[in-house]
């Protein structure tokens, strides 16, 4: 059960837009849109902030945004704030698996 | 409100067993499919095992398959996961989480439990 593909790291200023990207394959993230973000700030639980794809749950700022093409989906958070600071991870629906997620390794943000 | 409670982690030998348990409430539990996702030190998520609602439909990573079992108790609202023959790379916050209604994606989590295995 292979994890998706995140950078490690990526960073911008205040009020900047920035994108992580999550790659997979045809039996993942290509084959089902099922790809969901999560957000874990240091010593907290991860939470929820997309969902199949490109849907924010009741609460999630508007500033976060999903979206996906081919085996890649992206997480484009604009406005960046202080608070966006935190590990995000991807997760996606798969067939290659019979516990059927998996995840990315996470991408640490960092607001400059 | 939903609240998802761990508890049961600790430190236990290699080879040691554990039963982490998970109480569920502010929600109808018997009405969604469950897991257990861990995250060693420093290391990302990783799902570790899912149930159905009824307990009739119970999947494993592959590294855990014959040492860990996953189990639910729908009259006590409660999630367990029995780990037994640890090695030193289970160790790692055990996060209880429900699986949203549509079943694909987790929609709430619990704030986590220490397992740790070492001699």
């Known amino acids: 059960q292979s994890a998706l593909t995140q950078p490690a790291s990526v960073s911008g200023s205040p009020g900047q837009s920035i994108t992580i990207s999550c790659t997979g394959t045809s039996s993942d993230v290509g084959g089902y849109n099922y790809v969901s973000w999560y957000q874990q700030h240091p010593g907290k639980a991860p939470k929820l902030m997309i969902y199949?794809?490109?849907n924010r749950p009741s609460g999630v700022s508007n500033r976060f945004s999903g979206s996906k093409s081919g085996n890649t989906a992206s997480l484009t958070i604009s406005g960046l704030q202080a608070e966006d600071e935190a590990d995000y991870y991807c997760s996606s629906y798969t067939s290659s698996s019979t516990l059927n997620w998996v995840f990315g390794g996470g991408t640490k943000l960092t607001v400059l | 409100e939903v609240q998802l409670v761990e508890s049961g982690g600790g430190l236990v030998q290699p080879g040691g067993s554990l039963r982490l348990s998970c109480a569920a409430s502010?929600?109808?539990?018997?009405?969604?499919?469950m897991s257990w996702v861990r995250q060693a030190p420093g290391k990302g998520l990783e799902w570790v095992a899912n149930i159905k609602q009824d307990g009739s439909e119970k999947y494993y990573v592959d590294s855990v398959k014959g040492r860990f079992t996953i189990s639910r108790d729908n009259a006590k609202n409660s999630l367990y996961l029995q780990m037994n023959s640890l090695r030193a790379e289970d160790t790692a916050v055990y996060y209880c989480?429900?699986?949203?209604?549509?079943?694909?994606?987790?929609?709430?989590w619990g704030q986590g439990t220490l397992v740790t295995v070492s001699s």
């Open positions: 199949d794809v490109s």
């Open positions: 989480a429900r699986i949203a209604v549509a079943a694909t994606e987790i929609d709430y």
């Open positions: 502010g929600f109808t539990f018997s009405s969604y499919w």
